[in-house]
Protein backbone atom coordinates (compact mmCIF):
# COMPACT_ATOMS: atom_id res chain seq x y z
CA UNK A 1 0.00 0.00 0.00
CA UNK A 2 1.52 3.54 -0.71
CA UNK A 3 1.98 5.55 2.03
CA UNK A 4 0.10 9.03 2.43
CA UNK A 5 2.33 12.07 1.22
CA UNK A 6 2.86 14.82 3.67
CA UNK A 7 0.67 17.44 2.21
CA UNK A 8 -2.18 14.42 2.01
CA UNK A 9 -1.18 14.00 6.36
CA UNK A 10 -1.94 17.95 6.63
CA UNK A 11 -5.13 18.32 4.69
CA UNK A 12 -5.92 15.39 6.81
CA UNK A 13 -5.03 17.32 10.22
CA UNK A 14 -7.04 20.56 8.73
CA UNK A 15 -10.41 18.59 8.29
CA UNK A 16 -9.94 17.10 11.80
CA UNK A 17 -10.37 20.56 12.76
CA UNK A 18 -13.90 20.03 11.82
CA UNK A 19 -14.76 17.08 13.37
CA UNK A 20 -12.05 15.34 15.93
CA UNK A 21 -13.84 12.16 15.11
CA UNK A 22 -13.15 11.88 11.53
CA UNK A 23 -12.65 8.31 10.14
CA UNK A 24 -10.93 8.31 7.04
CA UNK A 25 -10.06 5.15 5.24
CA UNK A 26 -7.17 4.90 2.72
CA UNK A 27 -6.99 2.90 -0.67
CA UNK A 28 -3.94 0.96 -1.81
CA UNK A 29 -2.98 3.98 -4.01
CA UNK A 30 -2.35 5.83 -0.94
CA UNK A 31 -5.77 8.15 -1.77
CA UNK A 32 -8.86 8.46 0.70
CA UNK A 33 -11.29 6.14 -0.69
CA UNK A 34 -13.46 7.26 2.14
CA UNK A 35 -14.25 9.58 5.05
CA UNK A 36 -17.27 9.68 7.53
CA UNK A 37 -17.57 12.51 9.74
CA UNK A 38 -19.03 16.22 9.52
CA UNK A 39 -17.64 18.97 7.36
CA UNK A 40 -18.59 22.24 6.98
CA UNK A 41 -18.07 24.22 3.76
CA UNK A 42 -18.59 27.77 2.74
CA UNK A 43 -21.62 27.79 1.50
CA UNK A 44 -22.27 29.88 -1.73
CA UNK A 45 -25.51 29.74 -4.16
CA UNK A 46 -25.34 26.53 -5.91
CA UNK A 47 -24.40 23.88 -3.30
CA UNK A 48 -22.48 21.67 -6.46
CA UNK A 49 -20.11 24.48 -6.76
CA UNK A 50 -19.65 24.42 -3.10
CA UNK A 51 -18.88 20.61 -3.12
CA UNK A 52 -16.26 21.70 -6.00
CA UNK A 53 -14.45 24.17 -4.09
CA UNK A 54 -13.93 21.82 -1.30
CA UNK A 55 -12.65 18.97 -3.62
CA UNK A 56 -10.53 21.01 -5.16
CA UNK A 57 -8.80 22.25 -1.92
CA UNK A 58 -8.40 18.78 -0.83
CA UNK A 59 -7.46 17.22 -4.57
CA UNK A 60 -4.58 15.31 -3.50
CA UNK A 61 -6.45 13.37 -0.73
CA UNK A 62 -8.23 11.75 -2.91
CA UNK A 63 -5.97 11.78 -6.10
CA UNK A 64 -7.84 14.46 -8.59
CA UNK A 65 -5.90 16.85 -10.34
CA UNK A 66 -5.98 20.14 -8.76
CA UNK A 67 -8.78 21.98 -11.09
CA UNK A 68 -10.37 18.80 -11.34
CA UNK A 69 -10.06 18.32 -14.83
CA UNK A 70 -10.42 14.80 -14.38
CA UNK A 71 -13.66 15.13 -13.13
CA UNK A 72 -17.23 15.71 -14.32
CA UNK A 73 -20.49 16.51 -12.30
CA UNK A 74 -23.19 13.81 -12.86
CA UNK A 75 -26.17 14.29 -10.65
CA UNK A 76 -27.48 16.17 -7.52
CA UNK A 77 -29.65 14.18 -5.91
CA UNK A 78 -32.55 15.46 -2.89
CA UNK A 79 -32.91 13.06 -0.29
CA UNK A 80 -34.94 13.01 2.97
CA UNK A 81 -33.11 16.22 4.25
CA UNK A 82 -29.79 15.12 2.68
CA UNK A 83 -27.94 16.08 -0.90
CA UNK A 84 -25.88 13.47 -2.81
CA UNK A 85 -23.63 14.49 -5.32
CA UNK A 86 -22.29 11.99 -7.89
CA UNK A 87 -18.77 12.79 -10.28
CA UNK A 88 -17.36 10.61 -12.99
CA UNK A 89 -13.67 10.41 -13.41
CA UNK A 90 -12.22 10.57 -16.81
CA UNK A 91 -8.95 9.89 -18.27
CA UNK A 92 -7.96 11.57 -21.66
CA UNK A 93 -11.95 12.23 -22.24
CA UNK A 94 -12.81 9.17 -21.72
CA UNK A 95 -15.33 7.76 -18.66
CA UNK A 96 -13.74 5.12 -16.58
CA UNK A 97 -15.73 2.86 -15.53
CA UNK A 98 -17.37 2.53 -11.92
CA UNK A 99 -14.93 5.40 -10.77
CA UNK A 100 -17.59 7.39 -9.30
CA UNK A 101 -16.81 10.01 -6.11
CA UNK A 102 -20.04 10.86 -4.26
CA UNK A 103 -20.05 13.53 -2.26
CA UNK A 104 -23.48 13.49 0.72
CA UNK A 105 -24.51 16.95 2.99
CA UNK A 106 -27.08 17.18 5.52
CA UNK A 107 -29.00 20.47 5.44
CA UNK A 108 -26.47 23.04 6.27
CA UNK A 109 -24.05 22.14 3.78
CA UNK A 110 -21.81 20.16 5.93
CA UNK A 111 -20.70 16.89 4.07
CA UNK A 112 -21.20 13.94 6.45
CA UNK A 113 -19.24 11.26 4.03
CA UNK A 114 -17.65 11.16 0.53
CA UNK A 115 -17.26 7.73 -1.57
CA UNK A 116 -13.90 7.94 -3.53
CA UNK A 117 -12.99 5.31 -6.55
CA UNK A 118 -11.13 7.80 -7.94
CA UNK A 119 -8.20 6.28 -9.20
CA UNK A 120 -5.08 8.43 -9.15
CA UNK A 121 -2.96 7.61 -11.88
CA UNK A 122 -4.02 5.85 -15.24
CA UNK A 123 -0.65 4.97 -17.29
CA UNK A 124 -2.97 4.67 -20.66
CA UNK A 125 -2.00 6.69 -24.00
CA UNK A 126 -5.88 6.45 -25.35
CA UNK A 127 -4.88 7.95 -28.97
CA UNK A 128 -1.89 5.60 -29.29
CA UNK A 129 -4.10 2.71 -28.65
CA UNK A 130 -6.70 3.81 -30.52
CA UNK A 131 -4.72 4.76 -33.81
CA UNK A 132 -3.54 1.09 -33.93
CA UNK A 133 -6.06 -0.93 -32.16
CA UNK A 134 -9.27 -2.50 -33.04
CA UNK A 135 -12.39 -0.61 -34.35
CA UNK A 136 -15.61 0.03 -32.95
CA UNK A 137 -17.23 -1.62 -36.32
CA UNK A 138 -14.70 -4.97 -35.46
CA UNK A 139 -15.63 -4.45 -31.82
CA UNK A 140 -19.12 -5.23 -32.54
CA UNK A 141 -18.98 -7.82 -35.20
CA UNK A 142 -16.76 -9.45 -32.23
CA UNK A 143 -19.89 -9.63 -29.86
CA UNK A 144 -22.31 -10.31 -32.84
CA UNK A 145 -20.76 -13.25 -34.19
CA UNK A 146 -21.89 -16.16 -31.68
CA UNK A 147 -25.50 -14.44 -30.95
CA UNK A 148 -27.10 -15.12 -34.10
CA UNK A 149 -28.37 -11.52 -33.95
CA UNK A 150 -29.33 -11.91 -37.77
CA UNK A 151 -32.84 -12.28 -36.96
CA UNK A 152 -33.08 -11.60 -33.06
CA UNK A 153 -31.60 -7.72 -32.76
CA UNK A 154 -33.55 -6.18 -30.65
CA UNK A 155 -32.75 -2.55 -31.32
CA UNK A 156 -29.72 -0.93 -32.62
CA UNK A 157 -26.23 -2.02 -30.44
CA UNK A 158 -24.64 0.71 -28.76
CA UNK A 159 -21.18 1.43 -28.44
CA UNK A 160 -18.78 3.85 -25.90
CA UNK A 161 -15.36 4.29 -25.01
CA UNK A 162 -14.41 3.03 -21.86
CA UNK A 163 -11.35 2.93 -19.50
CA UNK A 164 -12.13 -1.08 -18.02
CA UNK A 165 -10.18 -1.08 -14.68
CA UNK A 166 -9.40 -4.80 -13.75
CA UNK A 167 -7.39 -5.15 -10.03
CA UNK A 168 -4.34 -2.93 -10.51
CA UNK A 169 -4.69 -2.67 -14.66
CA UNK A 170 -6.29 -0.43 -16.52
CA UNK A 171 -7.83 -1.28 -20.77
CA UNK A 172 -9.28 0.83 -22.86
CA UNK A 173 -12.47 -0.89 -24.09
CA UNK A 174 -14.70 -0.61 -26.48
CA UNK A 175 -18.03 -1.36 -24.68
CA UNK A 176 -20.53 -2.98 -26.67
CA UNK A 177 -24.41 -3.48 -25.30
CA UNK A 178 -26.50 -5.53 -27.26
CA UNK A 179 -30.27 -7.00 -27.00
CA UNK A 180 -31.68 -9.78 -27.97
CA UNK A 181 -35.09 -11.32 -28.66
CA UNK A 182 -36.55 -14.76 -28.93
CA UNK A 183 -35.50 -15.19 -26.09
CA UNK A 184 -34.84 -11.84 -24.54
CA UNK A 185 -31.03 -11.48 -23.53
CA UNK A 186 -29.29 -8.00 -22.72
CA UNK A 187 -25.29 -8.04 -22.71
CA UNK A 188 -22.93 -5.20 -21.73
CA UNK A 189 -19.85 -6.46 -23.55
CA UNK A 190 -15.97 -5.54 -23.14
CA UNK A 191 -13.27 -5.37 -25.93
CA UNK A 192 -9.65 -4.65 -25.25
CA UNK A 193 -9.22 -2.29 -27.89
CA UNK A 194 -5.74 -3.42 -27.90
CA UNK A 195 -6.26 -6.85 -29.52
CA UNK A 196 -10.18 -7.35 -29.62
CA UNK A 197 -10.22 -9.55 -26.62
CA UNK A 198 -13.27 -10.48 -24.65
CA UNK A 199 -12.65 -8.54 -21.22
CA UNK A 200 -15.28 -9.07 -19.23
CA UNK A 201 -19.34 -9.95 -20.91
CA UNK A 202 -22.13 -8.99 -18.45
CA UNK A 203 -25.53 -10.75 -18.39
CA UNK A 204 -27.73 -7.12 -18.35
CA UNK A 205 -31.06 -8.99 -17.02
CA UNK A 206 -31.88 -10.44 -13.81
CA UNK A 207 -34.66 -12.85 -14.11
CA UNK A 208 -37.06 -13.39 -11.59
CA UNK A 209 -41.08 -14.67 -11.17
CA UNK A 210 -42.50 -11.61 -11.84
CA UNK A 211 -57.07 -1.80 -10.96
CA UNK A 212 -60.47 -0.84 -11.33
CA UNK A 213 -60.33 -4.82 -9.27
CA UNK A 214 -56.79 -6.13 -8.56
CA UNK A 215 -55.56 -8.25 -5.69
CA UNK A 216 -53.72 -6.84 -2.88
CA UNK A 217 -51.32 -8.31 -2.88
CA UNK A 218 -52.16 -11.98 -4.15
CA UNK A 219 -55.25 -14.28 -3.54
CA UNK A 220 -53.27 -16.22 -1.35
CA UNK A 221 -53.44 -13.19 1.30
CA UNK A 222 -56.44 -11.77 0.39
CA UNK A 223 -58.65 -15.33 0.79
CA UNK A 224 -56.24 -16.27 3.93
CA UNK A 225 -55.93 -19.59 1.57
CA UNK A 226 -52.56 -21.59 1.15
CA UNK A 227 -54.17 -24.71 -0.35
CA UNK A 228 -55.05 -22.82 -3.51
CA UNK A 229 -53.67 -23.82 -6.65
CA UNK A 230 -53.52 -22.39 -10.53
CA UNK A 231 -57.13 -24.18 -11.29
CA UNK A 232 -58.73 -22.71 -8.23
CA UNK A 233 -61.94 -20.27 -8.33
CA UNK A 234 -60.71 -17.31 -7.20
CA UNK A 235 -64.00 -15.89 -5.52
CA UNK A 236 -64.63 -11.97 -5.20
CA UNK A 237 -63.48 -11.99 -2.16
CA UNK A 238 -60.15 -12.32 -3.61
CA UNK A 239 -60.92 -8.67 -5.69
CA UNK A 240 -60.11 -5.33 -4.27
CA UNK A 241 -61.78 -1.78 -6.11
CA UNK A 242 -58.93 0.55 -6.32
CA UNK A 243 -58.34 4.03 -7.38
CA UNK A 244 -55.98 4.35 -10.23
CA UNK A 245 -54.45 7.84 -9.85
CA UNK A 246 -52.36 9.93 -12.85
CA UNK A 247 -54.14 8.10 -15.75
CA UNK A 248 -53.21 10.57 -18.47
CA UNK A 249 -56.83 10.15 -20.07
CA UNK A 250 -56.18 8.57 -23.21
CA UNK A 251 -58.04 5.36 -22.15
CA UNK A 252 -54.73 3.38 -21.74
CA UNK A 253 -53.69 2.49 -18.25
CA UNK A 254 -50.78 5.07 -18.94
CA UNK A 255 -50.19 7.60 -16.59
CA UNK A 256 -47.32 9.74 -14.20
CA UNK A 257 -45.10 6.21 -13.15
CA UNK A 258 -46.21 3.60 -15.41
CA UNK A 259 -47.31 3.25 -19.25
CA UNK A 260 -48.18 -0.84 -19.73
CA UNK A 261 -47.73 0.41 -23.87
CA UNK A 262 -45.22 -2.83 -24.32
CA UNK A 263 -48.56 -4.89 -23.13
CA UNK A 264 -49.80 -6.79 -26.32
CA UNK A 265 -53.43 -6.33 -27.04
CA UNK A 266 -53.74 -3.64 -24.20
CA UNK A 267 -56.41 -2.52 -22.31
CA UNK A 268 -58.39 0.55 -24.01
CA UNK A 269 -60.77 1.77 -21.74
CA UNK A 270 -62.32 5.27 -22.84
CA UNK A 271 -64.57 5.14 -19.59
CA UNK A 272 -61.36 4.56 -17.91
CA UNK A 273 -63.16 1.94 -15.64
CA UNK A 274 -60.62 -1.14 -15.91
CA UNK A 275 -63.03 -4.33 -14.30
CA UNK A 276 -61.38 -7.79 -15.13
CA UNK A 277 -60.16 -10.55 -13.70
CA UNK A 278 -57.75 -13.27 -13.65
CA UNK A 279 -57.27 -15.29 -16.89
CA UNK A 280 -57.52 -11.98 -18.75
CA UNK A 281 -54.12 -10.39 -19.66
CA UNK A 282 -55.39 -6.99 -19.26
CA UNK A 283 -56.02 -8.12 -15.22
CA UNK A 284 -52.13 -8.13 -15.18
CA UNK A 285 -51.92 -4.71 -17.17
CA UNK A 286 -54.09 -3.33 -14.13
CA UNK A 287 -52.32 -5.03 -11.61
CA UNK A 288 -48.96 -3.60 -12.83
CA UNK A 289 -49.97 0.30 -13.34
CA UNK A 290 -51.79 0.33 -9.80
CA UNK A 291 -49.39 -1.45 -8.28
CA UNK A 292 -46.03 0.08 -9.31
CA UNK A 293 -47.78 3.52 -9.58
CA UNK A 294 -48.89 3.03 -5.49
CA UNK A 295 -45.28 1.85 -4.35
CA UNK A 296 -44.35 5.33 -6.21
CA UNK A 297 -46.38 7.68 -4.30
CA UNK A 298 -45.83 5.51 -0.73
CA UNK A 299 -42.19 6.26 -1.76
CA UNK A 300 -42.67 9.85 -2.13
CA UNK A 301 -44.72 9.92 1.08
CA UNK A 302 -41.68 8.93 2.94
CA UNK A 303 -39.85 12.09 2.17
CA UNK A 304 -38.05 10.48 -1.17
CA UNK A 305 -39.50 12.87 -4.29
CA UNK A 306 -36.33 11.85 -6.38
CA UNK A 307 -36.41 8.07 -6.54
CA UNK A 308 -37.36 6.73 -10.03
CA UNK A 309 -40.08 9.32 -10.06
CA UNK A 310 -40.50 9.06 -13.78
CA UNK A 311 -42.53 6.83 -15.97
CA UNK A 312 -41.58 3.29 -16.48
CA UNK A 313 -42.74 1.22 -19.40
CA UNK A 314 -44.24 -2.02 -19.05
CA UNK A 315 -44.93 -4.97 -21.06
CA UNK A 316 -47.62 -7.03 -18.20
CA UNK A 317 -48.14 -10.37 -20.17
CA UNK A 318 -44.67 -11.94 -21.86
CA UNK A 319 -45.83 -14.97 -22.88
CA UNK A 320 -42.96 -17.36 -22.32
CA UNK A 321 -40.72 -15.78 -20.15
CA UNK A 322 -39.80 -14.97 -17.24
CA UNK A 323 -39.98 -11.30 -15.49
CA UNK A 324 -36.90 -8.95 -15.70
CA UNK A 325 -35.87 -5.20 -15.55
CA UNK A 326 -33.89 -4.18 -18.28
CA UNK A 327 -31.46 -1.61 -16.82
CA UNK A 328 -30.61 -0.03 -20.72
CA UNK A 329 -34.17 0.48 -21.72
CA UNK A 330 -35.43 1.69 -18.04
CA UNK A 331 -38.49 -0.75 -19.11
CA UNK A 332 -40.11 -4.13 -16.62
CA UNK A 333 -41.29 -7.13 -18.53
CA UNK A 334 -43.72 -9.57 -16.50
CA UNK A 335 -43.96 -13.60 -17.66
CA UNK A 336 -47.02 -15.10 -18.41
CA UNK A 337 -45.83 -18.72 -18.11
CA UNK A 338 -47.94 -20.63 -15.33
CA UNK A 339 -49.81 -18.46 -13.18
CA UNK A 340 -48.83 -14.86 -15.05
CA UNK A 341 -46.53 -13.11 -12.50
CA UNK A 342 -48.12 -9.75 -12.72
CA UNK A 343 -51.04 -11.60 -10.98
CA UNK A 344 -48.81 -11.75 -7.64
CA UNK A 345 -48.70 -7.76 -6.69
CA UNK A 346 -45.25 -9.37 -4.52
CA UNK A 347 -43.47 -10.18 -8.16
CA UNK A 348 -45.02 -6.80 -9.44
CA UNK A 349 -43.34 -4.67 -6.24
CA UNK A 350 -40.01 -6.84 -6.53
CA UNK A 351 -39.19 -6.01 -10.46
CA UNK A 352 -40.01 -2.33 -9.60
CA UNK A 353 -37.32 -2.42 -6.96
CA UNK A 354 -34.97 -3.29 -9.88
CA UNK A 355 -36.04 -0.31 -10.91
CA UNK A 356 -35.63 1.75 -7.32
CA UNK A 357 -31.94 0.33 -7.21
CA UNK A 358 -30.48 1.09 -10.58
CA UNK A 359 -32.67 4.47 -10.29
CA UNK A 360 -29.94 5.38 -7.33
CA UNK A 361 -26.75 2.78 -7.66
CA UNK A 362 -26.81 1.73 -11.78
CA UNK A 363 -24.48 -1.33 -12.18
CA UNK A 364 -24.74 -2.72 -8.84
CA UNK A 365 -26.59 -5.74 -9.63
CA UNK A 366 -23.32 -6.59 -11.74
CA UNK A 367 -22.05 -7.83 -9.16
CA UNK A 368 -21.87 -11.06 -6.72
CA UNK A 369 -22.77 -9.17 -3.68
CA UNK A 370 -24.33 -6.38 -5.43
CA UNK A 371 -26.53 -8.43 -7.33
CA UNK A 372 -27.39 -10.45 -4.00
CA UNK A 373 -27.95 -6.67 -2.32
CA UNK A 374 -30.45 -5.70 -5.46
CA UNK A 375 -32.50 -9.46 -5.29
CA UNK A 376 -32.42 -8.94 -0.82
CA UNK A 377 -33.90 -5.78 -1.52
CA UNK A 378 -36.54 -6.43 -3.86
CA UNK A 379 -37.74 -9.58 -1.84
CA UNK A 380 -37.54 -7.38 1.26
CA UNK A 381 -39.50 -4.13 -0.25
CA UNK A 382 -42.32 -6.70 -1.28
CA UNK A 383 -42.57 -8.24 1.89
CA UNK A 384 -42.84 -5.14 4.25
CA UNK A 385 -44.50 -2.98 1.71
CA UNK A 386 -47.42 -5.39 1.82
CA UNK A 387 -46.45 -6.72 5.42
CA UNK A 388 -50.42 -5.50 6.77
CA UNK A 389 -52.32 -6.92 4.54
CA UNK A 390 -55.21 -9.62 5.89
CA UNK A 391 -53.55 -8.74 9.15
CA UNK A 392 -50.04 -10.08 8.33
CA UNK A 393 -51.60 -13.44 6.91
CA UNK A 394 -47.95 -14.78 5.70
CA UNK A 395 -45.98 -11.77 5.28
CA UNK A 396 -42.94 -13.26 5.25
CA UNK A 397 -43.79 -15.22 2.02
CA UNK A 398 -43.16 -13.38 -1.29
CA UNK A 399 -45.19 -14.70 -4.48
CA UNK A 400 -47.14 -16.81 -2.70
CA UNK A 401 -49.34 -16.80 -5.64
CA UNK A 402 -47.04 -17.09 -8.30
CA UNK A 403 -45.06 -20.01 -6.01
CA UNK A 404 -48.09 -21.83 -5.38
CA UNK A 405 -46.82 -25.67 -5.41
CA UNK A 406 -43.75 -25.06 -4.56
CA UNK A 407 -42.30 -26.73 -1.22
CA UNK A 408 -42.31 -23.18 0.02
CA UNK A 409 -45.71 -22.47 -0.56
CA UNK A 410 -44.56 -19.09 -2.42
CA UNK A 411 -41.42 -17.94 -4.74
CA UNK A 412 -39.08 -17.52 -1.30
CA UNK A 413 -39.04 -16.30 2.01
CA UNK A 414 -37.50 -13.39 4.28
CA UNK A 415 -37.61 -15.29 7.67
CA UNK A 416 -34.87 -17.44 6.48
CA UNK A 417 -31.33 -18.19 8.68
CA UNK A 418 -28.60 -17.90 6.27
CA UNK A 419 -25.74 -16.01 7.16
CA UNK A 420 -22.83 -14.09 5.60
CA UNK A 421 -20.56 -15.31 4.03
CA UNK A 422 -21.19 -18.96 4.97
CA UNK A 423 -24.12 -19.34 3.01
CA UNK A 424 -22.88 -16.92 0.35
CA UNK A 425 -22.75 -18.92 -3.31
CA UNK A 426 -21.77 -16.28 -5.82
CA UNK A 427 -23.09 -14.80 -8.50
CA UNK A 428 -25.03 -17.98 -10.34
CA UNK A 429 -27.18 -18.01 -7.29
CA UNK A 430 -28.08 -14.30 -6.84
CA UNK A 431 -31.81 -14.75 -6.18
CA UNK A 432 -30.79 -17.38 -3.37
CA UNK A 433 -27.84 -15.38 -2.14
CA UNK A 434 -30.76 -12.02 -2.00
CA UNK A 435 -31.91 -14.23 0.66
CA UNK A 436 -28.76 -13.46 3.33
CA UNK A 437 -29.66 -9.83 3.05
CA UNK A 438 -33.74 -9.64 2.71
CA UNK A 439 -33.49 -11.10 6.10
CA UNK A 440 -31.36 -8.98 7.34
CA UNK A 441 -33.29 -6.17 6.26
CA UNK A 442 -36.72 -8.12 7.57
CA UNK A 443 -34.69 -8.22 10.68
CA UNK A 444 -34.44 -4.65 10.68
CA UNK A 445 -37.91 -4.68 10.18
CA UNK A 446 -38.44 -6.76 13.49
CA UNK A 447 -36.14 -5.06 15.72
CA UNK A 448 -37.75 -1.50 14.88
CA UNK A 449 -41.25 -2.53 15.68
CA UNK A 450 -42.39 -5.01 12.83
CA UNK A 451 -43.51 -7.67 15.79
CA UNK A 452 -45.70 -5.17 17.94
CA UNK A 453 -49.25 -6.14 18.91
CA UNK A 454 -49.72 -2.73 17.83
CA UNK A 455 -50.70 -1.74 14.58
CA UNK A 456 -49.78 1.90 14.83
CA UNK A 457 -46.39 0.79 16.13
CA UNK A 458 -45.93 -1.89 12.98
CA UNK A 459 -46.84 0.50 10.65
CA UNK A 460 -44.00 2.91 11.79
CA UNK A 461 -41.63 -0.07 11.61
CA UNK A 462 -42.65 -0.72 8.47
CA UNK A 463 -42.35 3.17 7.08
CA UNK A 464 -38.98 3.67 9.40
CA UNK A 465 -37.05 0.53 8.16
CA UNK A 466 -37.95 1.20 4.17
CA UNK A 467 -37.06 4.99 4.55
CA UNK A 468 -33.62 3.87 6.42
CA UNK A 469 -32.77 1.50 3.57
CA UNK A 470 -33.58 3.66 0.52
CA UNK A 471 -31.77 6.93 2.42
CA UNK A 472 -28.93 4.32 3.05
CA UNK A 473 -28.60 3.13 -1.18
CA UNK A 474 -27.57 6.70 -1.80
CA UNK A 475 -24.12 5.76 -0.15
CA UNK A 476 -23.65 3.03 -2.21
CA UNK A 477 -21.60 2.33 -5.68
CA UNK A 478 -21.48 0.00 -8.53
CA UNK A 479 -18.61 -1.69 -6.35
CA UNK A 480 -20.18 -2.15 -2.75
CA UNK A 481 -20.72 -5.10 -1.06
CA UNK A 482 -22.43 -6.51 1.97
CA UNK A 483 -20.19 -4.45 4.60
CA UNK A 484 -20.97 -1.32 2.74
CA UNK A 485 -24.72 -2.22 2.55
CA UNK A 486 -24.66 -2.33 5.83
CA UNK A 487 -22.48 0.55 7.07
CA UNK A 488 -24.77 2.42 4.42
CA UNK A 489 -28.24 1.83 6.60
CA UNK A 490 -26.17 2.84 10.17
CA UNK A 491 -25.04 6.28 8.45
CA UNK A 492 -28.82 6.88 7.16
CA UNK A 493 -30.00 5.81 10.91
CA UNK A 494 -27.30 8.49 12.28
CA UNK A 495 -29.02 11.24 9.74
CA UNK A 496 -32.25 10.03 9.60
CA UNK A 497 -33.04 9.54 13.27
CA UNK A 498 -29.47 10.52 15.39
CA UNK A 499 -28.52 7.48 16.01
CA UNK A 500 -31.56 6.14 17.74
CA UNK A 501 -31.33 2.07 18.36
CA UNK A 502 -28.07 1.99 16.58
CA UNK A 503 -26.94 -0.63 18.58
CA UNK A 504 -30.47 -2.74 18.09
CA UNK A 505 -29.78 -2.01 14.09
CA UNK A 506 -26.05 -3.10 14.39
CA UNK A 507 -26.74 -6.09 16.21
CA UNK A 508 -29.39 -7.37 13.37
CA UNK A 509 -26.08 -6.54 10.78
CA UNK A 510 -23.93 -8.94 13.07
CA UNK A 511 -26.00 -11.22 13.41
CA UNK A 512 -26.47 -11.79 9.74
CA UNK A 513 -22.22 -11.37 9.70
CA UNK A 514 -21.87 -7.90 7.62
CA UNK A 515 -20.27 -6.61 10.54
Known amino acids: MVQPAEEQIALVEKLRFFDENLKIWWSEEGVVSRIDGLIAIPLLEDIEESVRNFLMEYSPLFGFKRDLSDLRFIVKVEGYNTFHIKYQQYHEGIPVLYALTSVHLIEGSKIININNNHHSAIPLDTKSILSSGISEEKAVEIVHLPLNIETRLMRNTSVNL ?26 HVYINVENGAIIKKIDVFRRTYGKGRVFIPNPVVALRHLNLTPESDITEDAYTTVVLKGLDSSGFLRGEYVDTANTPSRAYEPSHLFYYKRGDSRFCEVMAYYHIDSCQRFIQELGFKN ?9 AYAEGVGSYFDCDTKEITFGATGIPDAEDADIIIHEYAHAIMDDQVPFLSLTDEGGAMEQGFGDFLAACYFAEESAGFNR ?3 GDWNGIGNILRCIRRVDGQKYYPE ?5 ISCDADGEIWSSALWDLYLTLGGNSEEKDNRIKARER ?3 LVLESHFFLNPLSKFID ?13 SGRDEEKIKGVLIKRGFL
Do not use: D, M
Not at 485 to 497: C, Q, R, V
Open 162 to 187: VIYPVANRFYLAWEVRVSLKNPPESH
Open 307 to 315: ICNKQIKVN
Open 396 to 398: EAV
Open 423 to 427: NFLGV
Open 465 to 467: SIR
Open 485 to 497: GAEAIITANKILY
